[in-house]
């Protein structure tokens, strides 16, 4: 397969050797406080024998720990002030795409140094580009349903014959009987988890096929279906335990297959209990006199009777949709944009219980942030107001007495890049009991409304994912890091130069001391960015798809 144009980089000095094949194998969402005591019940026999040989430690991920950020910046190695990718979905509800941000991806800076990479079901790759080695990418829109082709409705791939690989084919059908269970009321658990492992199955059948075709010099390799059980089964010990050993089998296989390779095992962010309760930042900010009431209609959310009725006779999602049409026509198009809104970012969308042009802070549609109205606060005084809101948050105590707010930073203290004004002015991060609602009713605290039925795990603060590593050149121990170390980790076990733009560092723990001889310090080059791509073109019943998937997990309310 020929290199993409330009051709392989040759930046002065000589390369030192690499390890070969380097595997590096992401497991969506998974936490060490579902692993450890599964490794400890015996559970994950192959995964307890290589951290014996090997090295684990913690993951730390990006905030908001979700993988939309998470991921682009774990192969970046790019924080996502300069990714430009913090959310899941664009404002017309397509989702976003790594090929938007323009930054090389680890597979781009291999290509260019003449290394063959195998790219397998990596978040957020969609539409894939031309490497020095083959891509498979998933939306995973479960769109077979909507009546196309099943065999190429949620994967794509470079080159493109890839998808008619008979396993992609039979994932591609498995996403759709997956989307089809979830339009029921109440979803059959059994049957979802029986389609998870038959997806992971295919998934790993396909990597085990594709693996010694391509002889790859890096691959990496996504295991999604993590996430999805611990989503809907976290506290059902098991269905975790079944699904789980089940990935340790795959990952014995692949091993055994491949005793010659080096393995990288990753997740993107961790796992926790959903939450129970709803924190109501817009009341704490009406209270220090930030936030203002909407003065110009009644909420819409204050029609309970009618929303109840709605809600019997329309899907949610639908209702939503026509409810914020409805808002934004009845209030002038306040929320349609920043031009002529006292440069309240496009960003906070519509707000049915504050005024965004009267408030001089607010927390919007993004549940990890609140922004500050640079319409009505001078720039001196912005940074100092981020500051004050950030320890505001942090005294916020509950009826129990705990921190509600377990961290909160300007946004400044966490991010650098051209993207950063398109985030909000302060994040935070909260107990997991506790999910973030831009309701400014009278109190701090509510109930929080019932998800789709059966998911009880979620990650809106659970940072902490899991990171491990064994076979020939890996050291042994613990070493932690930053989702965004990943890229330079891997490029420096590659023997390739690292971009001069990263924000993260290799993890030189991670090998042991003869491999740090034998590489060397990491060297770099200079960065080079990629033309970005224009994001694909969803018909509405797929971006309904893409929405029922997201509120599925609990991403969407």
């Known amino acids: 397969m020929a290199a993409p144009t330009g051709g392989a980089a040759t930046p002065e000095g000589p390369w030192p050797a690499m390890m070969r ?121 479960g769109k077979g349903w909507a009546g196309r082709d099943h065999r190429t409705a949620d994967f794509t791939s470079y080159p493109a014959e890839l998808t008619e690989h008979p396993s992609v084919q039979r994932l591609a059908g498995l996403e759709a009987e997956r989307a089809a269970a979830m339009r029921r009321r109440r979803p059959d658990q059994a049957h979802l988890a029986t389609i998870r492992l038959a997806a992971h199955r295919e998934l790993w059948a396909f990597y085990g096929d594709v693996l010694p075709r391509e002889e790859p010099d890096v691959a990496i390799l996504w295991d999604y279906t993590s996430d999805e059980v611990q989503h809907w089964e976290w506290g059902c010990d098991e269905r975790l335990a079944e699904h789980f050993a089940a990935m340790d089998r795959s990952l014995q296989a692949l091993a055994e297959a491949h005793p ?20 109501y930042p817009n009341s704490w900010l009406r209270s220090q006199g930030l936030a203002r009431p909407w003065r110009r209609v009644p909420p819409v959310s204050g029609c309970a009777p ?45 707000l049915p219980w504050v005024s965004r042009r009267d408030s001089r802070a607010y927390h919007a549609d993004v549940y990890w942030g609140i922004h500050i109205n640079h319409g009505l606060v001078p720039p001196e005084e912005a940074a100092d107001l981020a500051g004050r809101i950030a320890a505001g948050l942090r005294t916020i105590r509950d009826p129990e007495g705990r921190e509600v707010v377990l961290e909160a930073w ?57 990171l491990a590593a064994w076979g020939p050149g890996i050291g042994r121990g613990q070493v932690a890091g930053d989702v965004q170390d990943i890229a330079p980790t891997l490029l420096w076990l590659a023997g390739v130069p690292l971009p001069d733009d990263l924000d993260g560092r290799p993890l030189v723990g991670l090998a042991s001391e003869a491999t740090r001889r034998h590489l060397g310090e990491p060297t770099r080059q200079p960065a080079q960015r990629r033309e970005p791509s224009a994001p694909p073109v969803y018909a509405p019943e797929e971006l309904a798809a893409i929405e029922q998937r997201l509120r599925s997990l609990g991403y969407v309310d």
């Not at 090997?54 to 774990?74: F, N, Y």
């Not at 938007?100 to 894939?128: H, M």
């Not at 789709?452 to 899991?466: D, K, N, P, V």
Request: with cysteine; aromatic share 8%; hydrophobic share 35%.
């Open 21 to 141: 094949p380097l595997v590096c194998i992401g497991w969506d969402g998974a936490t060490w406080d579902v692993l450890g005591p599964l490794l400890q019940q015996g559970h994950l026999p192959f995964l307890a024998a290589a951290l014996d040989g090997g090295v684990r430690g913690d993951l730390r991920s990006t905030i908001p720990p979700i993988t939309a950020p998470a991921v682009p910046t774990m192969f970046t190695g790019l924080n996502p002030g300069k990714t430009g990718l913090f959310t899941l979905l664009h404002r017309d509800g397509s989702p976003v795409s790594l090929g938007e941000a323009g930054c090389e991806a680890v597979w781009d800076v291999l290509s260019r140094a003449g290394r063959r990479s195998l790219v397998g079901a990596v978040p957020f790759t969609a539409p894939p580009h031309p490497i020095l080695g083959i891509m498979l990418s998933r939306v995973g829109t």
């Open 306 to 350: 009618l929303r109840r009725i709605m809600r019997s006779l329309v899907r949610p999602q639908t209702l939503s949709r026509w409810k914020r049409a409805w808002v934004r026509r009845v209030r002038g198009g306040e929320g349609s944009g920043a031009e002529g809104n006292g440069g309240v970012p496009p960003e906070a969308g519509w």
């Open 410 to 466: 300007p946004r400044e203290a966490v991010y650098c890049g051209p993207h950063v004004e398109q985030l909000p002015d302060v994040v935070f991060l909260t107990l997991p009991e506790y999910c973030p609602h831009p309701y400014a009713g009278g109190g701090l605290f509510g109930g929080y409304p019932a998800g789709e039925a059966g998911r009880t795990g979620a990650h809106y603060s659970a940072r902490e994912g899991i």
């Open 260 to 279: 010659e390779a080096s393995f990288v095992l990753v997740s993107d962010h961790g796992c926790a209990t959903g939450p129970t309760r709803s924190f």
